[in-house]
């Protein structure tokens, strides 16, 4: 992938058949052409036949259209949508294991209650703790606690959703026949996905 100048991070959402063998296809598509996946969630939606998909990918505008189009030739993907230029909310959450040496326990204590981190697990010289935020917020914790000492951490991956507002604003355009953005096409795959009454509310 493309991490040159003007290479960003970007967040997608896609909405696939629940069915056997779709995440190896996602990941082999990404895989034959070179795109580096930074972060994959993957769950049940409502639909326990829809599972949605997030991806982290870094790449320029050129390098993200062009992942779109590849996804959308999937048979198992019912809609894409880039969720980083749109009003949305995205968490992670992450374990971690911290050095809580006498010495430095109430530190380590001081900076879970800054970041509302929870206390899981704890034994003689350690402490594993739980926090869930953004992208920012994580690296701050793991920042400030990297010099006492990070043992392990594991990641699970972003999660996002678009807000509610913007939902019912293109629901509101829906009704009205408009193409939001004026994207040539747009309008046309929007017709045909509304039929499928699982990508109710999966906005792009």
């Given amino acids: 992938m493309n991490n040159g100048q003007g290479a ?10 629940n069915k056997f063998g ?33 991806l982290v990918v870094r790449g320029d505008e ?26 949305h909310v995205e968490r992670e959450l992450v374990l971690m294991r911290v050095n809580a040496e006498p010495q430095h326990r109430a530190e380590v204590l001081r900076v879970a209650d800054i970041f509302r981190a929870k206390v899981i697990d704890v ?18 914790i793991i920042e400030l606690l990297r010099p006492i000492g990070i043992q392990e951490l ?10 509610g507002s913007k939902t019912a604003r293109r629901r509101t355009e829906e009704r009205l026949g408009k193409a939001p953005d ?7 795959r929007e017709e045909e996905g509304s039929r499928d ?7 792009d």
Wanted: charged share 25%; glycine share 8%.
């Fill in 8 to 17: 960003k991070k970007h967040t997608i959402a896609v909405l696939v058949e």
């Fill in 154 to 163: 594991v990641r699970t991956g972003k999660v996002a959703i678009a807000r």
């Fill in 62 to 87: 050129v390098v993200i259209e062009q992942v779109g189009k590849q996804l959308h030739k999937l048979i198992d993907v019912i809609k894409v949508t880039d969720l980083t230029q749109e009003n």
């Fill in 123 to 140: 034994t003689p010289m350690t402490l594993t703790l739980e926090v869930t935020g953004d992208e920012s917020k994580l690296a701050a």
């Fill in 182 to 188: 004026g994207a040539p096409g747009r309008r046309r």
């Fill in 197 to 203: 009454p699982r990508i109710a509310g999966f906005v």
């Fill in 22 to 54: 779709v995440l190896s296809r996602v990941a082999g598509l990404f895989s034959a052409r070179g795109y580096n996946i930074e972060s994959l969630s993957v769950g049940e939606t409502v639909d326990p036949s829809v599972s949605r998909m997030t």
